[in-house]
């Protein structure tokens, strides 16, 4: 099961399901006939449904023309033996329109390069994930403090929303250093309304990304139908020029074996993990801090 879920939050099932419409496509060039071409059209549209549901933040245009061809596809599909020219346009249309999808998606799956300039105190600003429930060990700020010999200011509350972090945001106000954002999630499972989701975000931002001290931020793993609050995460990060770690790593370490307690809050293991993700990544922006932690 939580393979299942990890593939959806994680956005790999964009991938699967745009390489089964694809294929779908590319298989009605060998003229099937019969059971198979139902085979064809069903794996199209299941193909569809996983690339819906996985809330990939595609630009909204992209999906609803891509989602409209396939579909219209299908239809001319039904009627191939009046239309042979038109199919074969569509077929052909399909497919391409698939390896785009991938090719818009696929860069914000890479982890990103590590900001420039190394770093001997990180700031983490985030929610329950980072700030922990009081039964773990040690939480991942601490472990990564423990690894990279930076020194880590924890700033998490658990609860916290983007709104709610604002208030806390100006603790930073003339401290340098490599900001690390964990935020949203609870944004995403209350339903806050996007527009203030994106206003909060944006002015989150602006308050602890300075050219003294840069941030890094996390994106958000997210359920089916929640695309809207990934795209403006993914617009502000462009816009700030927040380098964006992919939503994989820590829908990774949320679906791991034994890496929550709840199946939302990490475990010693899911901390542990997440620490060694972050220190992986981080690795040539940290340094140890002068007199130790």
Known sequence: MNLIIYHFISGQAFFSGTVLVAVAAAAFFFSPSGARRIVGRLAALVGVLLAALSSTPLPGAFFKVWAAVVLAWLV????????PKRLLAMRALVMVLCVVGICIELPWHFVPGSPEG???TVFVVGDSLSAGIGEEKETWPVILQERTGARVENLSLGGETVGSALAGADRLSGKEG??????????VLRRTPIEEFERG???LLRKVA????????LEIPLPPFHARFGAAQRRLARRHGVPLVPKRIL?????????????????????????RRLAQALGPSLRPAAGGP
């Open 76 to 83: 001319v599909e039904w009627l191939w033996n009046s239309k």
């Open 118 to 120: 190394t770093f001997d």
């Open 178 to 187: 490599l900001v690390i954002l964990e935020i949203g999630g609870n944004d």
């Open 201 to 203: 975000m944006a002015e």
């Open 210 to 217: 300075t050219p003294a001290r840069p941030a890094i931020m």
């Open 251 to 275: 829908a990774a370490v949320l679906c791991g074996p034994n890496m929550t307690v709840d199946g939302l809050h990490f475990s010693d293991a899911g901390h542990e993990a997440l620490a």
